[in-house]
């Protein structure tokens, strides 16, 4: 958690000196959930880490510093049904959620409560963006 605060943090200093309050105005949000996240209390929401990348014009991997390349390479794609996306991108890797399930720490309940809807946390999306080797926007479906 301490990289995506620290990032944040970065991000909103090069933005001169942004305050919580003027972010959140920006992206539709209280400031109080800004000072949580740069105070590295909890991370954001799918939803609300994608409205920080593109407030901000970067990969989610940037943003969570899973890497230090800080510009866009595509035009973010709006973000589609994420079990949607995921039964795609298992079968691109030829494996299967009960493998994921194995290999990681990631709980067999989570394809279920994506399957009925849910968003997935991000800690669980980096995990398993970790395991399948691939960028966080290319897991999510902004990235094609």
């Avoid at 301490?2 to 933005?15: A, C, D, G």
């Avoid at 954001?44 to 920080?52: F, G």
């Avoid at 399948?132 to 926007?137: A, I, K, T, V, Y």
């Amino acid at each position: 958690m301490s990289k995506f605060s620290e990032r944040l943090s970065e991000l909103m200093l090069e933005k001169e000196s942004m305050l919580g309050y003027e972010l959140g105005e920006h992206i539709g949000l209280p400031a109080p959930m800004i000072s949580i996240w740069k105070g590295g209390k909890s991370m954001p929401s799918l939803q609300n880490a994608v409205k920080l990348a593109d407030y901000f014009q970067c990969p989610l991997d940037f943003l969570f510093g899973r890497n230090d390349n800080d510009k866009l390479d595509f035009a973010p794609k709006p973000l589609p049904s994420f079990h949607g996306r995921l039964v795609v991108i298992l079968k691109e890797k030829d494996t299967s959620w009960y493998k994921v399930v194995q290999d990681t720490k990631i709980s067999k309940s989570n394809y279920q409560d994506w399957r009925d809807g849910r968003e997935p946390l991000m800690p669980t999306l980096i995990e398993l963006a970790n395991y399948l080797d691939m960028s966080l926007d290319y897991l999510v479906g902004r990235e094609q």
